[in-house]
């Protein structure tokens, strides 16, 4: 603001040049002398907000102390604005340089230069920039910066970067901006960083070298110089593996982004150090499985993406370790095809799932997402899904489900499917509609509007179908128990049928004749007519005194003599 003893000054030209002569004409010729030299010295003294001048193509603002140079022809930086403006924006300009005309700016907090057409920063450009917090210098055509460069930047806490032509970073770049906070170095053409060209960025909490041509992660030594570094955005380079211990020192690391980053594989220690990890990005890269491994030290990880990938299945404890996890997305995977049970087994904490556009999957085993309590929302579209189990999750649950654009098989096994959408028709829950796309006839209708007949459904009631399936298959077991054990127990059916008949005494002789036949003599009955019929007794007298008889012997068998009875 200006100073208040001078903000009601007029503005114009200085006040002696409305002074009017009103002496004789003799005098006229010594006081216009002496008036112009005291013009002039007053011009001297005049402050410099008195000669402000806004161009047209800027708005200014003296009581906010903003100026904003919205697109225009402006190739220099205007040197006739209010010196104590704080914030000051030329967007999409043709500014090529910036020149000493800066220097009459020191109070900005906020300059932004961005899309314009810097080439070169000189050094000790910003030397008397000692207020300046923050500096977008995105989207030019800088190709080098050095040590030289941010002399005098000793409060900033954002500089801006990105989108330049920049290919190294030399030795104590940043090294005067202890109090910088965020660094964007992403979009340019960086393939080499010196081992300390980040030192003294204590502050750093963001740091993006995403889309660079880096070929190898920096090295350990390089995050060491950033202790609280949170963000770190490391994406759209060439890296192919991530080696063991990469972000060990990284303690603070709370998201990091890797997305397209060219990976094939990450080795089983290539995460370990930044155990407070909430937020990973490894979508768009060319891993053939999921990481198990590598994963399982992010105990704290709380989303995870890991889309467009070649790995084909997604198998049991694919996510083990992650006890954390509540967001999930595997989306444009173009070779999945399965989903096997288990897979989420350690993940019950998962609340968001999205597994869309993944145009080869076609399986998700029915246990696949089991015993996920918290589970709900549920993305599922753009796959090659022809049917779903009900039992595969807790339907009821969810908030969230999106089945559209699946080539789904409208029959009796989605009756439960049809009935929840029509149930929470009327709810808040976003049910995304679900178009049939088989059989020919419903192509194209919607699921919610078909009948249980049309789904070829005889029973609406999928529990009364569920129970004529338990008693028919009860009743065939049973049925096929008792075939069998009939089958077993043929022959002893058979005989006491036979003996039931009319042949009781016959068949209670052929028992007593087994007890006294030996099994070859039983075996061999019928061939020599081992006849069952009583023989005639032939009384005689013991020596006892008592009348006995004795049994006539049986096709020559030896009488049994009395002493042995």
């Not at 979508?283 to 999921?290: F, T």
């Not at 779903?388 to 789904?408: K, R, Y």
């Not at 006839?441 to 509007?449: G, I, N």
């Not at 075939?483 to 005494?505: D, F, M």
Request: proline share 5%; hydrophobic share 35%; with cysteine.
């Amino acid at each position: 603001m200006y100073p208040k003893n001078l903000q009601n000054k007029p503005k114009g030209t200085p006040a002696c040049s409305r002074f009017r002569c009103h002496t004789s004409n003799r005098c006229m010729h010594t006081l216009t002398l002496f008036l112009s030299c005291l013009c002039a010295l007053a011009a001297l003294v005049t402050p410099a907000y008195a000669l402000a001048n806004c161009p047209s193509s800027c708005q200014c603002d003296d009581d906010t102390l903003v100026v904003r140079c919205g697109e225009g022809t402006l190739d220099v930086l205007p040197i006739t604005l209010n010196p104590f403006i704080q914030r000051l924006v030329i967007q999409s300009n043709k500014i090529k340089t910036i020149d000493s005309s800066l220097q009459f700016y020191a109070e900005l907090l906020f300059l932004d230069l961005s899309y314009n057409d810097l080439v070169t920063l000189p050094q000790r450009t910003f030397q008397f920039q000692r207020k300046l917090q923050e500096l977008h210098l995105n989207h030019n055509k800088i190709g080098q910066i050095s040590n030289m460069t941010f002399v005098g930047l000793t409060v900033l806490t954002v500089l801006n970067l990105r989108g330049n032509l920049l290919a190294e970073l030399e030795q104590g770049t940043f090294a005067k901006m202890s109090k910088i906070e965020e660094l964007n170095l992403g979009q340019n053409r960086i393939n080499r960083i010196d081992p300390h060209a980040f030192d003294g960025l204590v502050n750093l909490r963001t740091l993006y070298l995403d889309d660079n041509t880096l070929t190898t992660v920096p090295a350990p030594s390089i995050f060491k110089a950033m202790p609280n570094l949170a963000e770190l955005y490391l994406g759209t380079n060439s890296f192919t593996s991530i080696q063991a211990n990469a972000f060990i020192d990284l303690k603070g690391l709370t998201r990091l982004d890797l997305r397209g980053a060219g990976l094939h594989n990450i080795s089983a220690e290539a995460l370990k150090g930044p155990d407070g990890l909430r937020y990973l990005d490894l979508a768009d890269n060319r891993l053939q499985v999921v990481p198990t491994n590598a994963l399982s030290h992010l105990e704290r990880l709380e989303e995870l993406l890991l889309g467009q990938n070649d790995f084909e299945v997604i198998g049991s404890g694919a996510f083990a370790g992650l006890k954390q996890l509540r967001k999930l997305e595997i989306t444009g995977a173009q070779r999945l095809r399965s989903v096997q049970n288990g897979a989420f087994n350690a993940n019950t904490n998962l609340e968001h799932l999205n597994l869309s556009s993944n145009k080869m999957l076609q399986e998700v085993q029915e246990n696949a997402l089991g015993g996920l309590p918290h589970l709900r929302h549920v993305i599922l579209k753009e796959n090659d899904l022809r049917t779903l189990a009900e039992g595969l999750v807790p339907w009821s649950d969810l908030q969230t489900l999106d089945l559209s654009d699946n080539p789904i098989v409208c029959d009796c096994q989605v009756l439960w499917l049809r009935n929840l959408l029509v149930s929470k028709n009327s709810s808040n829950d976003k049910l995304v509609g679900v178009m049939c796309a088989y059989p020919e006839p419903m192509r194209k209708e919607p699921l919610s509007q078909l009948s249980p007949a049309m789904l070829g459904c005889s029973h609406s009631d999928s529990k009364q179908q569920a129970l004529i399936v338990v008693v028919v298959v009860v009743t065939t077991a049973t049925i096929t128990g008792l075939s069998l054990l009939i089958y077993g127990c043929r022959r002893r059916i058979r005989e006491t049928l036979k003996g039931g008949w009319g042949n009781s005494a016959l068949g209670r002789k052929e028992r007593e004749y087994q007890k006294t036949c030996s099994d070859e003599e039983y075996m061999t009955r019928q061939q020599h007519s081992c006849s069952l019929s009583i023989q005639p007794t032939i009384p005689y007298t013991s020596s006892s005194g008592y009348n006995m008889h004795q049994t006539q012997p049986y096709m020559g068998s030896r009488p049994i003599p009395v002493t042995e009875l």
